[in-house]
């Protein structure tokens, strides 16, 4: 949910008048009457046309964009490379579009960070899927029966997905190594009780706007030789790699899978950008020598409470910085509005998708 009763309160003390659409909340196990109580309206047809600021989790569709009327302002997950149907819809609307996924990853904005607030619980809620389809316990027990050696845990990236997987597994009582292009990222693995795999011999990749830049095909191939040998050894490998805009790189090929011990577990959380495991299926759990490989679509959707909770308050700052006075205020010199308004009054600001509408469109 974009809105949960504790931010529509709040949304209403900035003197806003907030509409829900009947039955949003369910899935999170909050009612109409929780938002009425706290200040909205329900309403079965949202006044679309009438609205002046539409939060959401994902855009709406594309028919429903173009009956927003000019000068609103959506504010939700938008994709704008790969839904460019709602792109066009709100580009000859006259909308704007604030593209969550499109925050600049400074410190002024970290508490609209959706993709982290987000990734954290993806990263968490991994380590229990790996955990249910692992044949075996993950923390080390000593028993009557004799010894049981922990879970060995190998997880591909140290952002925040990755950072909560290290630190859930490590709570589960398994033995956790990782690997990231970042080398920065050495002492934030370790405070985690995590071991940091070092790629030797390459020279890493910089990062930019808080991201890693794709990694050259030199790289991937020595990270790749440093991690065989672990991946090999390991129960469980969760990877979480993602270049924003661009198809997840492969860091797990098929040889490598074929490495591992029969019932042993990947959980790819780059599954819908492709997937780091060359032979993950999005949406499904499929099995190849042994080796169960998951590739889920939308883990934090799996923890809806939560996962409203924290994108709710994401989006309330965000609408803290759009509403001044009383009235949107979309001021363009502003660091995060300019990075994140993927759509402007009739513009395609965000140059990627603006590059894809010109090369599809028949006069191009």
Not at 74 to 88: A, K, N, W
Not at 223 to 245: F, K, L, M, N, S
Not at 257 to 282: F, Y
Request: proline letters at 5%.
């Amino acid at each position: 949910m974009a809105a949960t009763p504790e931010t529509v309160e709040r949304l209403c003390k900035l003197g806003l008048e907030v509409q829900v659409e009947a039955g949003a909340g369910q899935g999170a196990w909050l009612g109409d009457e929780d938002y009425r109580a706290a200040g909205a309206s329900v309403a079965v047809a949202p006044d679309w046309e009438e609205a002046d600021l539409v939060l959401a989790v994902e855009a709406p569709p594309a028919e429903t964009c173009r009956r927003l009327k000019r000068g609103a302002v959506l504010v939700s997950f938008l994709r704008p490379t790969e839904e460019l149907d709602i792109v066009e819809a709100l580009r000859d609307a006259g909308a704007s579009a604030f593209a969550m996924e499109l925050i600049p990853r400074i410190s002024r904005a970290q508490k609209m960070d959706a993709l982290s607030s987000q990734a954290n619980i993806a990263g968490y809620k991994a380590v229990l899927l790996a955990a249910v389809e692992l044949p075996r316990y993950f923390p080390l027990l000593m028993t009557a029966a004799g010894t049981v050696k922990p879970a060995r845990v190998v997880v591909f990236g140290a952002g925040v997905a990755g950072l909560q997987a290290i630190a859930t597994a490590k709570r589960l009582g398994a033995v956790v190594e990782a690997t990231d292009i970042r080398p920065e990222t050495k002492e934030q693995v370790e405070s985690l009780g995590g071991r940091f795999i070092e790629v030797e011999g390459a020279e890493a990749p910089a990062s930019e706007g808080g991201y890693a830049k794709e990694a050259s095909e030199e790289y991937q191939r020595r990270q790749q030789e440093a991690v065989a040998g672990r991946v090999a050894e390991a129960d469980v490998v969760i990877t979480t790699a993602q270049v924003p805009g661009k198809r997840a790189p492969v860091l797990v090929p098929e040889a490598m899978v074929e490495s591992m011990k029969p019932g042993a577990v990947i959980v790819d959380l780059a599954a819908a950008q492709g997937g780091n495991c060359a032979l993950t299926e999005c949406g499904r759990t499929v099995e190849h020598h042994g080796v169960r490989i998951l590739g889920p679509e939308n883990l934090p959707a799996t923890v809806p409470v939560h996962a409203s909770e924290l994108y709710a308050r994401n989006v309330l700052e965000v609408v803290r910085l759009l509403w001044k006075e009383e009235a949107l205020g979309l001021d363009l010199e502003d660091e995060i509005l300019d990075g994140a308004l993927a759509v402007h009054q009739g513009e395609v600001r965000f140059a990627p998708a603006a590059e894809a509408l010109k090369s599809r469109s028949p006069s191009a």
